[in-house]
């Protein structure tokens, strides 16, 4: 027994110095570093094609262990050609860097590795997810209501949708669809794909899911949707959902949540908010008007882990109706839940989720908000707005530059670039079909030199061929110059097609 705890005991501890090598490698590689010091240090991708990453690392699982050495090589190269999300001009997606504070408080959760089930098992991190919760709401603006934490805003954006339908009909929970009338729900046209995702999920079918016009600022419209549901009624069809967008995806629009409040109580109809990006204006004084009515709403969603910089992931849903997701979700599963334990069990959070174990999101968060109290969080949200502010006069401004909308809501910004061999032709029959070229074949040169990660997408809905998207998060800290070089850039880039 003695040679077998040692030999266990071995087994535990084989692990630390690899553990000791990554984390001095990570801090030494100053990839969360200064934006300066980043981008002097190091491209945003080292890019390779897929079979050539394939001959870079050794991906086999073999019966003999790897060395410590191989070890560390391989986190080194894992290193090396990753994207690096903190480099300033990794301005593609929704996400960008990561707050060092965050980043703490993340590494501390993976350290004590446990599950957000109940308070036996996570008392600590427990009560921060109620605190919170609490908090949010608060911002929000509700006198009480709930929450959790979610692996993700698809997942969330599910949870308003299931709470909507059994808040329509709780025989849901134990009788399914068999016995309800055919549902349908509404969104945008520029709305996330998550809530076609969720009526797939679901069992509605995404046929059930009716897209609504949107303005030329991609809000939706409200008289096109009382129109939409008045029509579904007449088809028969019973109207139990609208899912509003703060901050959509590509322009970053915000739809009209007062106007759209008063339609669903007409209808008698749960509307629920994505805000997984354009939320974070929740911690702006300046900016929270863009958020105007969402204390009218039943739920939203808040992705932390976009605008304001937590490590992934951290997503917040929250809800008006106290006590829904317990009587949505719970299933008293015995070994899990048991109400004679030696604690208040109101402290337990597993039965309000539809997962078992689930991933402690909290303290990054909770780190990150006590370590930069309100002002800190806000004083980022600002300054993304600032520098997107900027950088839409220069893309106005500068020749060549041309943007799809005359002002911008969020800090998505959105372009067509006109290089020199196509400007004068414009009335050319073929002018749009070329630009519609210019953006992959700019975004692949910068990628190849690791200079710039940058989005780009056509808008079907809009007849709107291939156009860049620019998204300004608050981490890492943007400033004039990076806003410049953007344009920089593009412009190098352009002089060669």
């Known amino acids: 027994m003695g ?56 991906l086999r699982i073999e019966d003999e262990p790897s060395t410590h050495e191989q070890m560390v090589k391989l986190c080194q190269d894992v290193l090396k050609y990753s994207v690096k999300t903190c480099h300033p001009m990794f301005v593609s997606r929704l996400y960008q860097g990561v707050d060092g504070y965050g980043l703490a408080g993340a590494w501390l959760t993976e350290a004590l590795n ?28 509700w ?39 055919p549902l349908v729900c509404f969104i945008s046209d520029e709305a996330h794909y998550s809530v076609k995702k969720g009526a797939l999920f679901l069992g509605l079918g995404t046929e059930s899911v009716i897209c609504v016009p ?9 008289e096109e949707l009382e129109k939409a ?45 994505d805000g997984a990006w354009g939320g974070a204006t929740i911690f702006s004084r300046t900016h929270r008007k863009l958020l105007d009515g969402v204390d009218r709403v039943d739920s939203i969603t808040i992705d932390l882990h976009k605008m304001s910089g937590v490590p992934f992931q951290c997503t917040v849903f929250l809800t ?47 780190i990150t908000w006590k370590a930069r109290g309100n002002l800190g969080l806000e ?5 993304a707005f600032a520098m997107a502010k900027y950088l839409a006069e220069k893309v106005r401004t500068t020749e060549g530059f041309i943007p799809v909308l005359d002002e911008f809501e969020c800090t998505n910004i ?20 070329k630009i519609a070229k210019v953006a992959p074949a700019i975004k692949g040169l910068a990628v190849k030199d690791g200079t710039m990660m940058i989005s780009y997408q056509p808008m079907k809905n809009r007849n709107w061929v291939n156009f860049f998207r620019v998204i300004v998060h608050c981490i890492p800290t943007l400033t004039e110059e990076y806003m410049d070089n953007i344009i920089d850039l593009v412009q190098k880039y352009g002089e060669k097609l």
């Open 214 to 222: 949107t303005d030329k600022q991609g809000r939706i419209i409200p």
């Open 414 to 433: 959105c372009f067509w670039y006109v290089p020199p061999s196509l400007r004068g032709k414009e009335k050319e029959p073929d002018f749009w079909e």
């Open 229 to 273: 549901v008045i029509k579904a009624k007449s088809e028969g069809k019973v109207p139990f959902f609208v899912g509003a967008t703060s901050g959509t995806t590509v322009l970053g629009a915000y739809d009209p949540l007062k106007p759209l409040s008063d339609i669903c109580k007409r209808h008698n109809m749960w509307l629920h908010v």
């Open 3 to 58: 040679n077998f705890s040692g030999h266990v005991e071995d087994q535990n501890m084989e692990g630390l110095p690899l553990l000791r090598d990554v984390t001095r490698m990570i801090l030494d590689s100053d990839i969360i570093e200064d934006p300066k010091i980043v981008t002097a240090k190091h491209k945003v991708a080292e890019f390779r094609h897929p079979k050539e990453l394939e001959k870079i690392f050794d």
């Open 320 to 366: 008006r109706h106290k006590g829904i997701l317990y009587k949505c979700n719970a299933l008293h599963a015995e070994y899990l839940f048991q109400p004679d334990t030696y604690y208040d069990t109101h402290y337990d959070l597993g039965d309000e989720s539809i997962q078992c174990s689930r991933k402690v999101d909290c303290l990054k968060l909770w």
């Open 379 to 383: 004083k980022q949200v600002d300054t």
């Open 143 to 181: 006198e009480e209501g709930e929450g959790i934490f979610c692996p993700g805003g698809s997942m969330a954006n599910m949870y308003g949708m299931s709470l909507g339908r059994y808040y329509f009909n709780p025989s849901v929970k134990t009788k399914g669809l068999r016995e309800l009338p």
């Open 114 to 141: 446990t599950n957000q089930t109940t308070y036996e098992v996570a008392p600590v991190f427990v009560l921060l997810e109620k605190a919170l919760l609490d908090e949010m709401i608060r911002m929000v603006g």
